[in-house]
């Protein structure tokens, strides 16, 4: 089995900047893919950004260039610094992993529990 643990989520003004963190732990022989998701308050769940295992990212257009994605592979952690913060950004953050548990076999898909991020003056 696999645990994610993310962190960093809180209260920021408008134009302010967090960093998530989340964190894996368990069975892991590697991690092809580590994602963001988000969701707002009566809204369905959106894919925020994706990095692979060699550092390629994707990002909604939403968060272009205001948000980045990366990954610490020693250490199974994936990180969202947000900068440029904006009211709409508020949402519960929640990280989604592949995981391939042993060489050979295909990877199971993780989510966290999510980290609420408020953007409010």
């Known amino acids: 089995q696999v645990q994610l643990v993310e962190s960093g989520g809180g209260l920021v003004q408008p134009g302010g900047s967090l960093r998530l963190s989340c964190s894996a732990s368990g069975k892991i022989f590697s991690i092809p893919a580590m994602r963001w998701y988000r969701q707002a308050p009566g809204k369905e769940r959106e894919w925020v950004a994706t990095?692979?295992?060699?550092?390629?990212?994707d990002y909604a257009d939403s968060v272009k260039d205001r948000f980045a994605v990366s990954r610490d592979n020693a250490k199974n952690t994936v990180y969202l610094q947000m900068n440029s913060l904006k009211s709409e950004d508020t949402a519960v953050y929640y990280c989604n992993v592949d995981v391939t548990p042993r060489a050979g076999l295909s990877y199971g898909r993780y989510w966290g529990k999510g980290t609420l991020v408020t953007v409010s003056e």
């Open positions: 990095i692979s295992s060699g550092g390629s990212t």
